[in-house]
Nanobody, 125 residues
Framework: QDQLMESGGGSVQSGGSLRLSCAAS????????MGWFRQGPGKEREGVAA???????YYADSVKGRFTISKDNSKSTLYLQMSDLKPEDTAMYYC???????????????????WGQGTQVTVSS
């Protein structure tokens, strides 16, 4: 069964950078829409970035200019490069995938059906 597996989380100081990876064999190579989400302590899960199969990219306003979503088809891996991290970026970060309704799913960060287990990112001030 295909799985999504995140890695790369950790603890950094404010202003630092991290790159998250999501092993997504069976998803990226099957034309799925891919996304990154996060859930901070006491907060609801929110969409961070999405990458549609036509190359369209969407970001939450809170991360625009600081986070970059990308993928490596040859490695079936999704990435989230995070720069200028802030304490409010502290959260569990999840990789997600969806096979249908790409444009709406990606643009609205909704309808993703497959999820990874998450990787923790902690940013200290």
């Amino acid at each position: 069964q295909d799985q999504l597996m995140e890695s790369g989380g950790g603890s950094v100081q404010s202003g630092g950078s991290l790159r998250l990876s999501c092993a997504a064999s069976g998803y990226i190579d099957s034309g799925y829409c891919m996304g990154w989400f996060r859930q901070g302590p006491g907060k609801e899960r929110e969409g961070v970035a999405a990458l549609d199969t036509d190359g369209s990219i969407y970001y939450a306003d809170s991360v625009k200019g600081r986070f970059t979503i990308s993928k490596d088809n040859s490695k079936s891996t999704l990435y989230l490069q995070m720069s200028d991290l802030k304490p409010e970026d502290t959260a569990m970060y999840y990789c997600a995938a969806e096979s249908v309704g790409h444009a709406v799913v990606a643009r609205t960060f909704s309808g993703f059906a497959s999820w990874g287990q998450g990787t923790q990112v902690t940013v200290s001030s």
